[in-house]
T-cell receptor, first 116, second 114 residues
Framework: GENVEQHPSTLSVQEGDSAVIKCTYSDSASNYFPWYKQELGKRPQLIID?????GEKKDQRIAVTLNKTAKHFSLHITETQPEDSAVYFCAASMGAGGTSYGKLTFGQGTILTVHP | SQTIHQWPATLVQPVGSPLSLECTVEGTSNPNLYWYRQAAGRGLQLLFY??????ISSEVPQNLSASRPQDRQFILSSKKLLLSDSGFYLC?????????????FGPGTRLTVT
C-alpha cells in the first residue's frame, strides 16, 4: 500500500519567515495530495490540495508544489504568523473512483511553531 | 452545505466496557464515510471506510468494528475496550464517485480508556 513520509517533524520559525514542509509518497498511482492543518484539540482542516495534473497551486500565503517524477510534494507558507502555529499533515490518495474509495494515507505530521 | 456531526465529544470508559461512537452527515446523499484514529496527537490511521449502507471495509485488524445502518450514519463499536483503544477518533466524509477527492473531518471524539 501507499506510504507517506513527512519531514521535518518539528519546525520553528520567526514571524515573517517562510516555512517549508516536505512529503514523499511511494505509490505512483496516487493522484491527489491534500494538506491539513490541525490546531490543538481540533479536527484537521483542509487548507490546500493539488492533483497530479498540476505542478503548483497557490492560495494567498500558502502554496503546494508537486514533483511526480520524484514522488514528492511540499507545502510552502510565506510571511508566517503566530496563528499559523499548528500541526500540519500531508496525505496521498488515488481519489474516490475505482477501488481506492478516496482513502487517504497520512504523513506523521509537522509541528510548526511561529515565534512572534 | 454539508455538515458532519460526531458524538459524544469526550468519553472515559473502563477497560473491558463496550463502546459506541456515532457519526452523521447532513446535506449530501450516499457519501463515502471513514473512521480514523489519532494517537498522541500525531498521525491519522484509517480504521474503516464505507461506500454505502451495510458496506464496511476494514483497513487494520483490531478490537473495533464499524456499521452503517443508514445512508448518512456511521457507527464505531467495540465489545470490550482495551487501554490501547484510547485516542482521538475522527469521522470523515467525501463525495462519492469518480473525480471527487476532498475529504472533510468531523469534530472528533476523544476516548480515554482507564
Amino acid at each position: 500500500g501507499e506510504n507517506v513520509e513527512q519531514h521535518p517533524s518539528t519546525l520553528s520559525v520567526q514571524e515573517g519567515d517562510s516555512a517549508v514542509i516536505k512529503c514523499t509518497y511511494s505509490d505512483s498511482a496516487s493522484n491527489y495530495f491534500p494538506w491539513y492543518k490541525q490546531e490543538l484539540g481540533k479536527r484537521p482542516q483542509l487548507i490546500i490540495d493539488i492533483r497530479s495534473n498540476v505542478g503548483e497551486k497557490k492560495d494567498q500565503r500558502i502554496a503546494v508544489t508537486l514533483n511526480k517524477t520524484a514522488k514528492h510534494f511540499s507545502l510552502h507558507i510565506t510571511e508566517t504568523q503566530p496563528e499559523d502555529s499548528a500541526v500540519y499533515f500531508c496525505a496521498a490518495s488515488m481519489g474516490a473512483g475505482g477501488t481506492s474509495y478516496g482513502k487517504l494515507t497520512f504523513g506523521q505530521g509537522t509541528i510548526l511553531t511561529v515565534h512572534p | 452545505s454539508q455538515t458532519i456531526h460526531q458524538w459524544p465529544a469526550t468519553l472515559v470508559q473502563p477497560v473491558g466496557s463496550p463502546l459506541s461512537l456515532e457519526c452523521t452527515v447532513e446535506g449530501t446523499s450516499n457519501p463515502n464515510l471513514y473512521w480514523y484514529r489519532q494517537a498522541a496527537g500525531r498521525g491519522l490511521q484509517l480504521l474503516f471506510y464505507s461506500v454505502g449502507i451495510g458496506q464496511i471495509s476494514s483497513e487494520v485488524p483490531q478490537n473495533l468494528s464499524a456499521s452503517r445502518p443508514q445512508d448518512r450514519q456511521f457507527i464505531l463499536s467495540s465489545k470490550k475496550l482495551l487501554l490501547s483503544d484510547s485516542g482521538f477518533y475522527l469521522c470523515a466524509w467525501s463525495f462519492p464517485g469518480t473525480g471527487t477527492y476532498e475529504q472533510y473531518f468531523g469534530p472528533g471524539t476523544r476516548l480515554t480508556v482507564t
